[in-house]
């Protein structure tokens, strides 16, 4: 019965706007495909077999916004309501946070920090428990969020350009740029992921670090859109084999080329901070044996909730003409 709720709510909420914008579907799958390769060989076994299930699930938690109600508000922090930057005025631990500004103003204005801890905590009971399933789908899980908070506009109320004019700003940052340039121009060396000493300040340095740039995201979008003809802003061009208006190529690469390589920047930045959690949370919970398998089979009933998550998500696609 309350599976069936919630696929109900879920169509509920697809005639509802939904405030919660992340990095595209492809960075995402990117981003925890890659971040495997930075793992030490104790946990390789595991997460090299496991790869094709990290990258797909990596959305897991887009998909659900669309279904629970409690979930947009895990994806970003709207920093620019607590004042200026570095915003002491919010508290870092959550019930300081609570008693200054209460549950449901936090809510409101987004948690990804704090539910960071919360997933942090979950996956090192699943390697405690050597539960691998749980291991695996949580590990894809906090890939979604910790990627979410090196996105810039997830720090700023200013989501999507729409205080400024400048509507569609969050996915020609965080989707169209990737989809053009991750493949063929940017670099993913990055090296080995590392232990990281203090988990929580290290998500609100992340955080913090995009709400500073934030600002110069919407800045030079701004002058760029000045600058350019505005009958070449937009184009129909492909995108996953159909044909769709979106930014033109050129608007695109001259955006991404006065951002200075910000872009790629944060997707090292969140390939590196994923796959180095990863490394934290195995190592907190004993560094226990992870051995190669194919076998991570869903039960039926989780099985049958992806489904319809997909199902809600590509419904929600094909009715969003808002996008730009």
């Known amino acids: 019965m309350r599976f069936v709720l919630t696929v109900l709510l879920g169509g509920w909420l697809l005639l509802c706007p939904i405030r919660a914008w992340c990095w595209g579907f492809y960075a995402h799958e990117r981003i925890n495909e890659l971040a495997v390769y930075l793992l030490p060989p104790g946990m390789q076994g595991l997460y090299r077999t496991q790869q094709d299930y990290l990258r797909r699930h990596a959305t897991d938690?887009?998909?659900?916004?669309?279904?629970?109600?409690e979930e947009a508000?895990?994806?970003y922090i709207d920093l620019d309501r607590y004042g200026t930057y570095p915003f002491d005025s919010l508290p870092r631990n959550w019930d300081q946070a609570v008693i200054r500004y209460t549950e449901d103003s936090l809510q409101k204005h987004g948690i990804v920090p704090w539910w960071?801890?919360?997933?942090?905590?979950r996956l090192i009971k699943a390697f405690r428990e050597k539960n691998i399933p749980k291991i695996l789908q949580t590990?894809?899980?906090?890939?979604?969020?910790?990627?979410?908070?090196h996105v810039p506009l997830h720090a700023c109320s200013n989501h999507n350009g729409q205080y400024t004019d400048q509507r569609g700003i969050h996915g020609l940052w965080e989707s169209r740029i990737?989809?053009?340039l991750a493949e063929t121009?940017?670099?993913f060396w990055i090296g080995q992921a590392q232990y990281i000493e203090r988990t929580a300040d290290y998500f609100w340095?992340?955080?913090l670090e995009s709400a500073q740039a934030s600002d110069s995201v919407l800045r030079i979008e701004r002058i760029l859109n000045a600058n350019f003809r505005t009958d070449h802003k937009y184009a129909f061009e492909e995108r996953n084999g159909k044909l769709v208006r979106q930014y033109a190529t050129a608007y695109a690469l001259t955006y991404d080329s006065l951002l200075k390589g910000m872009v790629e920047r944060r997707m090292r930045q969140s390939i590196y901070s994923i796959a180095s959690l990863w490394f934290t949370c195995w190592v907190m919970a004993g560094q226990p044996d992870l051995p190669p398998t194919n076998?991570?089979?869903p039960d039926p009933e989780a099985r049958e909730m992806i489904r319809q998550l997909d199902r809600l998500w590509r419904m929600k696609r094909n009715n969003d003409s808002d996008h730009l």
Do not use: F, T
């Open 295 to 297: 076998k991570n089979k």
């Open 205 to 207: 340095a992340r955080v």
């Open 73 to 75: 508000p895990r994806h």
């Open 185 to 187: 121009q940017w670099n």
């Open 178 to 180: 990737p989809e053009l």
């Open 139 to 149: 590990s894809a899980e906090i890939g979604h969020y910790l990627a979410d908070a």
């Open 61 to 69: 938690p887009d998909k659900r916004r669309y279904a629970v109600p």
């Open 116 to 121: 960071l801890e919360i997933m942090r905590n």
